[in-house]
């Protein structure tokens, strides 16, 4: 199992503030209308405000992308989800009968690098993995490291492909 980002590792006023940032960007997101939106994300200024809590390097994000995450966040339901995001918390306990890989962002602005300590002590068989230079979204901010991760974890990076 891999898990990019988990949350419930968090201290509960943590998880109550990334709940809260969910839901300013969701409403910042949905006071643009769409070409407002689109007007707004062409300037690097505008890229970073708005995807700063999800992004190392927002202001490097397309346009087009930037759109999309935006109008997605906009039409979202998770303002209704991040009431319960912040309360949230992992309550495993005893051995999970399978490897766990938890994947953690080292520029990530919504889970900090406590929460990766605490999952630590919680899941100590985990194979716990900093990538430094990524923000919240792992999977577009370093795709090569976690195409590698996940090709490593399903025993996959060992075979060529006839594709």
Sequence with gaps: MIALAPIGFWHPL???????????SATLSRAMPGRGRRRLLRSRFGR?????????????????????LATTLAHSDIAAMSRYTGRYRFRGSGP???????????????????????AAQRLPHALQVLIPGSGHRLATDAPDEITSLVLRATGCGHRKSNY
């Design 48 to 68: 970073t405000l708005s995807l700063f809590p999800f992004s190392a390097r927002p202001g490097s994000v397309g346009v087009d992308e930037a759109v999309t």
């Design 14 to 24: 943590r998880g109550r503030c990334a709940a809260a940032i969910l839901r300013h």
């Design 96 to 118: 999970i009968g399978a490897p766990v890989t938890l994947v953690w962002a080292g520029r990530d602005r919504l889970l900090g690098r406590v929460d990766a300590r605490r």
